[in-house]
């Protein structure tokens, strides 16, 4: 260790850090490049390389950087740099404004989750200072708030361009808790043409809207089935849901509607295979409805596809990352949750993970968003001690 540098990252750092952050409207619309651009010349001065991952069009990208010795293994500090809109949210203050007032600094973005990339970037001088044994890894990644689509490419490259971390902290809002599981959604959108006719002659056309009704109850039907188990008590509600979540149908008042397509979801228990809904759907779309709908009018379609997935999150045992995180952290038991997180993409991707971040998860998106300053003191705290394990 250098003893002319603390090794202790600073709130003060993280403050500031985080109050250029937020200034970045970085909602995952938006570009993420300019943030990006500002924490690779904030590494840079603390001669840290990073590499981008960009998006074909260049709009937005991960970044992924390396403190310590090789590059092999080591430990991911993880999150994303996208916020939710604030459009049609009334806020007090200016959201790209870092605000502070009773101990919370307010802001889009402060709670979920640039409180946390604030943090982790804080620690780089301290990193910097130490001898470390272990490499720390920065994964700053884009669209998380849109399907975790942003993290996939970076993930992509580990084991090629990028090394494989050993472990990655996700640091999602968790009041610096222990989150060791969490549900995998799935989207669907499924799409249903019919025959138009006049509707006072609806046996001459194919009702669109009425057997969208149909694949619905089936759902409604799985969804009664789901709430009998499997059951995992860990979880609220303990069980596998699912939910139709969005509908648009028709032409005219007068018209049998052709067009008809709604969206669903399931967010499966850790160990429950939510495709296997999306078969039992097919099925019924192909042995039930089709045959009926295509007595009428054979150019009938259902299409039921899958729009986005993310895998449900069980941490890997083997790897030690639940008892070193429990002990960091200084708590006694972990948590499940049923929000969605990129830590099931990093544990497919062969890096196990784990979730414990500052700020309180009933605070994300929400208009007045903020995070307790005690909470980033939580998580400096937290990430001193990992640096101390680091370099042991
Ligand atoms: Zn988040």
Redesign the pocket.
């Known amino acids: 260790m250098n003893p002319s540098v603390s090794t202790a990252p600073t709130l003060g750092a993280a403050r500031e850090l985080l109050a250029r952050l937020v200034a970045f409207d970085t909602t995952s619309a938006k570009t993420n490049i300019p943030l990006i651009a500002f924490v690779e010349a904030y590494l840079a001065e603390h001669g840290v390389a990073s590499r981008r991952v960009p998006t074909p069009d260049g709009l937005k990208a991960s970044l992924f950087a390396t403190i310590g010795p090789g590059e092999a293994g080591g430990i991911a500090l993880s999150?994303?740099t996208d916020v939710v809109p604030v459009a049609s949210q009334n806020w007090d203050t200016d959201p790209f404004q870092l605000i502070e007032r009773d101990g919370k600094l307010y802001g889009r973005g402060t709670c979920?989750?640039k409180g946390y990339l604030a943090c982790c970037l804080a620690l780089v001088p301290s990193l910097k200072a130490r001898r470390l044994k272990v490499p720390f890894h920065i994964a700053f990644s884009y669209d998380?708030?849109v399907g975790c689509t942003g993290v996939r490419p970076m993930i992509g490259e580990f084991g090629k361009s990028l090394p494989v971390p050993r472990m990655v902290f996700v640091g999602?809002?968790s009041n610096m808790t222990v989150v060791d599981a969490h549900k995998g959604p799935v989207r669907w959108r499924v799409e249903l043409t019919g025959r138009a006719a006049h509707s006072s002659m609806p046996h001459y056309g194919v009702n669109a809207i009425a057997y969208a009704a149909r694949l619905i109850g089936e759902i409604l039907r799985m969804e009664e089935e789901l709430k009998a188990g499997p059951l995992n008590a860990r979880f609220d509600p303990p069980w596998t849901t699912t939910q139709v979540t969005q509908i648009e149908g028709g032409t005219a008042s007068n018209i049998v509607p052709v067009p008809c397509w709604f969206g669903w979801e399931c967010r499966a228990l850790p160990g429950f295979d939510p495709f296997t809904l999306q078969r039992r759907l097919e099925k019924f779309a192909t042995e039930k409805l089709l045959p009926e709908m295509r007595k009428l009018a054979p150019e009938s379609e259902i299409k039921i596809r899958a729009m986005n997935h993310v895998s449900a999150f069980a941490a890997d045992n083997k790897s030690g990352i639940v008892p070193l995180t429990l002990k960091l952290a200084g708590q006694n038991e972990t948590l499940a949750v049923s929000y969605c997180?990129e830590a099931g993409l990093f544990q497919d991707g062969g890096a196990p993970a784990i979730i414990c971040g500052p700020g309180d998860i009933a605070q994300?998106h929400t208009v007045n968003e903020f995070i307790r300053i005690e909470e980033l003191e939580k998580c400096l705290g937290f990430l001193g001690r990992l640096a101390d394990w680091a370099e042991a």
């Open positions: 999150g994303h979920d989750m998380e708030e999602e809002p997180t994300a």
